[in-house]
């Protein structure tokens, strides 16, 4: 659908903002949300009139396709705020593309792009105050697609619920993540969904993760399925190796998530000069160069958590420690240098920032 569909939005304003009743410097992650939502239902193959209405719970039937087959598609982007109040977000048309390439691998219908940016810009115009300035600070924004049928036949739903949700957000990890090289698990396979940002990607994570931190590793590191000698993604994110003075990251497939974040890091290491290869990287590899000494970074990469710099994994039970991060570590570099584009402290020369 294009850009020039029209439509109109309906608004309808929470009687009392919850705002005041939130504590900023206790916020777990994905816990509290803003006080409206958007969402737009698709009915007899169409979407139907988008709406901002106040942050509820609402009815869904039991039998909906979405809670049977995981028919659900989402992403993850972010708000900020510079110390002027102006608010932005970073690089939403990347988002919205892929959750329509989500949603076309599901058999979900495309939602149209001047709904998604008329209604996400207006619902953070709404809830602009929820968005608090300075470096560490963010809304964390979810849009998401699920399927509303009222049937459990194992087929595509004929109804769906486009929605978007904000919550403030500030680190989504506390401290050093240890990781553990999966071995016998695995998060996507060939011809699979491991690209699209499906609700079902991460539930398969649960539990070799839960495996994981029972052992001490906060979050384990994805190999391919088929052979599993390749390492792809780390936890929710895309994974980045320094090997010297290079950094190495995993070409995108149909196995592993186009993040947003790591396009972008990938640019920014070539903005600074910092050698970036996407090619494949064995798990020996890295095993070895940690051996050698030549190993000197891992990092995950990842809206939620933007930067998160992994100390240690384990290998085949063997336990592998990572020189620790300082100032000049390419992920404290990459990060400072990636929330300084987003909070508008630097220069924008990829024109990444939308001003809202
Ligand atoms: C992201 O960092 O991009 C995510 O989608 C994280 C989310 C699973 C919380």
Redesign the pocket.
Known sequence: MSNTTTFSLHIEKAKESRLSTVDFTDLPFGKTFTDHMFYCDFIDGAWQQPKIVPYQAMTIDPSARVFHYGQAVFE?MKAYKDEDGNAFLFRPEENFNRINKSAARLAMPEFPKAYFFEGLTTLLDMDKDWIKPGVGNSLYIRPFVIATDSAIAAAPSENYRFMIICSPAKAYYKGTVKVLIAEKYSRSANGGVGFA?AAGN?AAQFYPTRLAQEKGYQQVIWTDADTHTLLEEAG??NVFFRINDTLITAPVSDRILDGVTRKSLIQLAKDNDLDCEVRPIKVDEIVEASKNGTLKEIFGA????VISPISAFEYKDEMHELPEINDASYSSVLKSKMLAIQHNLAEDKNGWRYEI
């Open positions: 993850g940002k991460y929710t994110m990842g809206t939620a958590a």
